[in-house]
């Protein structure tokens, strides 16, 4: 009742037991948390090799990409980036060796 009440006085919604026994698992929230200024997928606190870290990223990305395009084409045999985690294991694609730069 505390709580509830906390939350009242804060203009905050208060979701009961009850209520969330009625909640469908397939809902989802219906706002979105604000975005974060930094990625998450890049840690590091060395600013210069953050930078480099960001560009490796983003070439990672473009590669994906393109061989995803080009895999949804038709061609089957195109390699994707080294690092392609989802699509090797649930796709069987062909991926790219750490030291080959495609």
């Known amino acids: 009742r505390e709580v ?5 006085r804060q203009g905050r919604k208060f979701v009961g037991v009850r ?3 009625r ?3 397939s809902e ?3 706002s979105m948390a604000k ?3 930094l990625n998450p997928r ?3 606190k060395d600013p210069e090799e953050r930078k480099q870290e960001l560009v490796a990223l983003k070439k990672f990305y473009s590669m994906y990409r393109e061989s995803l395009s080009r895999w949804r084409s038709g061609d089957k045999k195109v390699k994707f980036p080294h690092g392609t985690y ?3 294991i649930f ?5 790219l060796g750490p030291d080959e730069s495609g």
Do not use: E, S
């Open 91 to 95: 796709a069987k694609v062909n991926c």
């Open 23 to 25: 909640l469908r698992t």
């Open 35 to 37: 975005r974060r200024d």
């Open 4 to 8: 509830r009440a906390a939350m009242q």
């Open 86 to 88: 989802k699509m090797r």
């Open 42 to 44: 890049i840690a590091c």
């Open 28 to 30: 989802g929230a219906k």
């Open 19 to 21: 209520r969330l026994k």
